[in-house]
């Protein structure tokens, strides 16, 4: 049975949309049984509906703090039983209650190469460092901001010169490559998460899964 899969946006959705790919492609054996948005007019919803995944909606600004709107939000998620998060884009800080209702079960895309760069800005950060190498990293999710369990990293060089636009293109299409690849990882039990770290094949992984393009 394909593990039961839950995706969270707050917007475009271009991630959303290489999941729905690859599963239409028959290259990724997950069921997207809910796609979940903070906000009404994520145009990644509209992705969803036209490939008749089941969608639901809910404001953060209707909740007076964090904690009452993650409730809010697990409550409207187990209606689907979903087995494995997909957060892809979802512009919101978790709260430690919801992150411990999925343990091990969340996941998320940060566009660095994590340890390097967690929060915002990472392109034009890689680009003041002069670094060689720029990418993104799917990681298991825990309370601390972007610092869970790495899997998966893709990896780009940085060309000569070019834009903090020009390389977030070139990431996010890594990103397409790589999430689908890490969540289906999981969700085949290939990666599990256990007592704070990824394991991968069956081996403590101090080190992600690195795929160079
Ligand atoms: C991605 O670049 C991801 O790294 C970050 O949010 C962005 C989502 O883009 N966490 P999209 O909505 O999937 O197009």
Same mark, same amino acid.
């Given at each position: 049975?394909?593990?039961?899969?839950?995706?969270?946006?707050?917007?475009?959705?271009?991630?959303?949309?290489?999941?729905?790919?690859?599963?239409?492609?028959?290259?990724?054996?997950?069921?997207?049984?809910?796609?979940?948005?903070?906000?009404?007019?994520?145009?990644?919803?509209?992705?969803?509906?036209?490939?008749?995944?089941?969608?639901?909606?809910?404001?953060?600004?209707?909740?007076?703090?964090?904690?009452?709107?993650?409730?809010? *939000?697990? $409550?409207?998620?187990? &209606?689907?039983? #979903? @087995?494995?998060?997909? !957060?892809? %884009?979802?512009? =919101?800080? +978790?709260?430690?209650?919801?992150?411990?209702?999925?343990?091990?079960?969340?996941?998320?895309?940060?566009?660095?190469?994590?340890?390097?760069?967690?929060?915002?800005?990472?392109?034009?950060?890689?680009?003041?460092?002069?670094?060689?190498?720029?990418?993104?990293?799917?990681?298991?999710?825990?309370?601390?901001?972007?610092?869970?369990?790495?899997?998966?990293?893709?990896?780009?060089?940085?060309?000569?010169?070019?834009?903090?636009?020009?390389?977030?293109?070139? *990431?996010? $299409?890594?990103?397409? &490559?790589?999430? #689908? @690849?890490?969540?289906? !990882?999981? %969700?085949?039990? =290939?990666? +599990?998460?256990?007592?704070?770290?990824?394991?991968?094949?069956?081996?403590?992984?101090?080190?992600?899964?690195?795929?160079?393009?």
């Amino acid at each position: 049975m394909a593990c039961r899969t839950a995706i969270l946006i707050s917007g475009s959705g271009t991630n959303l949309q290489a999941f729905i790919d690859a599963v239409a492609a028959g290259d990724l054996d997950l069921e997207l049984c809910v796609v979940f948005s903070n906000r009404p007019d994520a145009f990644g919803l509209e992705r969803a509906e036209k490939a008749g995944i089941p969608t639901s909606c809910i404001r953060h600004g209707d909740y007076p703090d964090r904690e009452s709107f993650d409730r809010a *939000v697990a $409550a409207d998620l187990d &209606r689907h039983a #979903p @087995e494995l998060l997909i !957060l892809a %884009g979802f512009m =919101r800080i +978790l709260s430690p209650a919801f992150v411990e209702h999925y343990a091990g079960r969340i996941l998320n895309i940060h566009p660095a190469l994590l340890p390097k760069y967690p929060g915002l800005d990472t392109h034009q950060r890689a680009l003041d460092a002069g670094d060689e190498w720029h990418g993104s990293t799917v990681h298991f999710v825990t309370e601390e901001l972007d610092g869970g369990p790495r899997i998966l990293q893709g990896r780009l060089r940085v060309n000569a010169g070019e834009s903090a636009d020009e390389l977030q293109t070139r *990431v996010q $299409a890594v990103e397409h &490559r790589i999430y #689908p @690849e890490a969540a289906g !990882l999981v %969700g085949s039990g =290939r990666v +599990l998460f256990d007592d704070g770290e990824a394991i991968i094949d069956g081996k403590r992984a101090a080190d992600p899964v690195i795929r160079s393009y």
